[in-house]
């Protein structure tokens, strides 16, 4: 396979979505074809993520495993709330500042200008998340498993904008790795904190420690290495200053009205994944939130193909999209959805022949008497899993504002299915609201992704 750098000359053309063409001339992207790392191929770096990701996937599974082993269903529901708290805040802060560098083809902004917005946000995020801990009744235990678990998203969004870069040169070995360091170690001190305290506060704020490490010792380092490997050869007064970040106002705001509808739709959609979980808790408790979190989470072995695939597949397809590589971009869309099909069959398949084996060996026999309720959720993961192409798909055409309104819509489907089904039917009401928002979600993803290969189609036949 062609390596992507080798593509380049000091000048190239590119078609942006207007269907017109611009010359893109490196010495004014802060970079030189001569210098650029040297990228992987796709199957490379699919092979690097999806090993990342399992390992630290099963590593962050591994947490609910040993929170049901050592501790109860209560613990694993405190847990649980905690990231269904925090989570919501973070991903609207992270602004998806990663897709906008991996699609960012021209380099309209530079590595300090995400840096600088993305920490700003940041300490805007980790405020927002102590206000909401401590102003909503939560219990002192609780309130501070949701603020450290916020220190410890925040130190990850930060690493994030890191992954972004490597990403961008195609090098999906370094996010690997950092997530095959983060990972065990995460588990390991989670482990040897609840042992040692016996609640679920001390386990995170060993993840907090963790996370901050492999930040400074390994994500950083790495983004220096790379900034460096990518400026022209000359000496500039800049060099040794690559992560300095660039509060630029004009910048800024350019990039945050690019930015922040996705931002919005990352947190519409942690909303709409983190609804169930909030009606639980509200209706049912902590213990009742803790099995349905448990079950749900087996969902995460499915995403861990689909974010691999997705992460390596996006900018591969914004570089087709770009080129107006009509033919190149509906194939690699239409093989991801084939693979998203495939694994979610698998998924319900697994769950109906051996789903109360694999609960009563994973986690305890309460969770294994919830067998119909993990099939259920393996339905919606399989739905989702397409779901999550398609959003990939959009994202590389840079169909950024079109995807609020289309999280809008399933997140309020979501939000009343469940205040209508989870009074009622308890946990099957929250798995089936799930499958009703997935399916309302693809549906509507299907018609944006039909209007962007018109789109293409019709730039290409202009270009001609």
């Not at 207007?18 to 650029?36: C, E, H, K």
């Not at 490597?166 to 983060?182: G, H, N, T």
Request: glycine fraction near 8%; charged fraction near 10%.
């Amino acid at each position: 396979m062609i390596e992507m750098s080798n593509l380049f000359d000091y000048t190239i053309l590119t078609k942006i979505r207007l269907g017109r063409t611009i010359a893109v001339d490196f010495t004014q992207l802060n970079t030189s074809p001569m210098t650029q790392p040297k990228s992987l191929t796709l199957r490379q770096n699919f092979s690097w993520t999806f090993v990342g990701n399992i390992i630290y996937a099963a590593s962050q599974w591994g947490m609910l495993v040993v929170l049901a082993k050592l501790g109860s269903p209560e613990m694993v529901g405190q847990f649980t709330l905690g990231l269904a708290v925090t989570a919501p805040i973070v991903l609207f802060a992270n602004l998806q500042l990663r897709q906008i560098q991996t699609t960012d083809v021209d380099r309209r902004y530079q590595f300090g200008d995400y840096l600088g917005l993305r920490l700003v946000c940041t300490g805007l995020a980790l405020l927002a998340i102590g206000i909401v801990a401590f102003t909503a009744g939560y219990r002192w235990e609780t309130a501070l498993t949701i603020l450290v678990l916020g220190v410890a998203k925040s130190l990850e969004s930060i690493s994030d904008v890191f992954h972004g870069l490597f990403q961008y040169q195609e090098r999906m070995d370094r996010i690997a790795i950092s997530l095959m360091i983060k990972g065990p170690l995460s588990l390991l001190m989670l482990g040897i904190g609840i042992w040692l305290t016996g609640n679920v506060l001390g386990g995170t704020i060993g993840l907090a420690v963790i996370w901050a490490i492999v930040l400074i010792c390994y994500d950083i380092p790495n983004g220096v290495a790379i900034l460096r490997a990518s400026v022209q050869t000359q000496v500039t007064p800049d060099r040794n200053r690559v992560l300095q970040p660039r509060f630029n106002a004009t910048d800024l705001r350019s990039l945050v009205g690019l930015s922040l509808p996705l931002g919005l739709v990352m947190m519409l959609i942690s909303l709409n994944a983190n609804i169930p979980r909030y009606f639980i808790q509200h209706y049912l408790g902590e213990r009742e939130l803790g099995i349905f979190s448990a079950l749900s989470y087996l969902m995460v072995a499915g995403n861990i193909v689909i974010g691999a695939l997705g992460q390596s597949a996006c900018p591969r397809l914004a570089k087709y999209y770009a080129a107006g590589n009509t033919k190149d971009f509906k194939n690699l869309v239409l093989k991801t959805l084939l693979i998203g099909a495939l694994l979610g069959g698998l998924s319900i398949l697994m769950a109906a022949i051996a789903g109360r084996e694999i609960l009563t060996l994973l986690y305890r026999p309460e969770y294994a008497a919830q067998g119909y309720l993990f099939i259920l959720l393996m339905v919606s993961a399989g739905i989702g899993y397409i779901a999550s192409f398609l959003g990939y798909a959009m994202t590389a055409a840079q169909y950024f504002r079109v995807q609020m309104p289309l999280s809008i819509v399933t997140t309020g489907v979501s939000a009343i299915c469940c205040f209508w089904l989870v009074p009622i039917q308890g946990l099957i009401g929250a798995a089936i609201a799930l499958i009703v928002s997935a399916v309302v979600q693809i549906g509507f993803s299907l018609v944006i992704i039909f209007h962007v290969f018109h789109k293409i189609n019709k730039s290409q036949y202009s270009a001609e």
